[in-house]
C-alpha cells in the first residue's frame, strides 16, 4: 500500500531533551516535505527536499533540523525542543513539487508533539 | 495580508444544499491551485486542482477559479454528512511553494 508513515503519533517530551521524528515513504517520492498545524494558523512548512541530499528552509524552519540520506527517509530533528514547537506535524510527500499539473501531496497520519 | 485567506467558519448547510466555500490570494503570479480536505484529528487529502480561469468538475465538486479577482472557490453539491470536514484552500506562490489558508470548517446536518 502506498502511504507515508510517521512515527510516533503522539509524544511528550520536556523542553530541551532532543527528538527526532521519522517519515518514510514508498512511492519513489522525490519530494518531501515537513508541515506542522496550529489553530488559527493553519499548515505552516518547516522544511522540504527536492531529492537525496537537497534540502531548503520553509516559512518555519527556526528550531528545526532535517535531512535527506535516503530517497524514502525524510526525519525531523528538533536539537533543543522548546514549549512552542507544541503542535502537530505532518510529514508529506509528492513525485513532483506539489504545485505541479496533476502533482499532489501524500500525508502521514500526523505526530502531535507536546513540550512541557 | 496573509498570502491565502478562507473564512474559518463554521459553515453550516442542510444536507442536500449546495456548500460554497471561499478563498482569495495575494501573489498575483499564483498559477496552480488546489482544495484539500482534511476530516477531524486525520491528515489532509487532495480532493481538487484547477489551472486555468472557470470552472473545473468533479462528480459533485465544483472548483472556480477567477484569476483577475484572485479568488478560487469550492462548490460542493448535494452537501452530505459525510463531507463536514475543514477544507483547505492551497495556492503556489512560487517556485515549487504551496501555500496553505487556515481552512473553512463545513458542517453538513442531516
Known amino acids: 500500500e502506498a502511504q507515508v508513515t510517521q512515527n510516533p503519533r503522539y509524544l511528550i517530551t520536556v523542553t530541551g531533551k532532543k527528538l527526532t521524528v521519522t517519515c518514510s515513504q514508498n512511492?519513489?517520492?522525490?519530494?518531501m516535505s515537513w508541515y506542522r498545524q496550529d489553530p488559527g494558523l493553519g499548515l505552516r512548512q518547516i522544511y522540504y527536499?527536492?531529492?537525496?541530499?537537497?534540502?531548503d528552509k520553509g516559512d518555519v524552519p527556526e528550531g528545526y533540523k532535517v535531512s535527506r540520506k535516503e530517497k524514502r527517509n525524510f526525519p525531523l530533528i528538533l536539537e533543543s525542543p522548546s514549549p512552542n514547537q507544541t503542535s502537530l506535524y505532518f510529514c508529506?510527500?509528492?513525485?513532483?513539487?506539489?504545485?505541479?499539473?496533476?502533482?499532489?501531496?501524500?500525508f502521514g497520519s500526523g505526530t502531535q508533539l507536546s513540550v512541557l | 495580508q496573509k498570502e491565502v485567506e478562507q473564512n474559518s467558519g463554521p459553515l453550516s448547510v442542510p444536507e442536500g444544499a449546495i456548500a460554497s466555500l471561499n478563498c482569495t490570494y495575494s501573489?498575483?503570479?499564483?498559477?496552480?491551485f488546489f482544495w484539500y480536505r482534511q476530516y477531524s484529528g486525520k491528515s489532509p487529502e487532495l480532493i481538487m486542482s484547477?489551472?486555468?480561469?472557470g470552472d473545473k468538475e468533479d462528480g459533485r465538486f465544483t472548483a472556480q477559479l477567477n484569476k483577475a479577482s484572485q479568488y478560487v472557490s469550492l462548490l460542493i453539491r448535494d452537501s452530505q454528512p459525510s463531507d463536514s470536514a475543514t477544507y483547505l484552500c492551497?495556492?503556489?506562490?512560487?517556485?515549487?511553494?504551496?501555500?496553505f489558508g487556515t481552512g473553512t470548517r463545513l458542517l453538513v446536518s442531516p
Open positions: 508529506a510527500s509528492s513525485f513532483r513539487p506539489p504545485t505541479g499539473v496533476n502533482e499532489k501531496l501524500f
Open positions: 512511492m519513489n517520492h522525490e519530494y
Open positions: 527536499s527536492m531529492n537525496v541530499e537537497v534540502t
Open positions: 501573489d498575483r503570479v499564483s498559477q496552480s
Open positions: 484547477i489551472y486555468s480561469n
Open positions: 492551497a495556492v503556489n506562490t512560487g517556485f515549487q511553494k504551496l501555500v
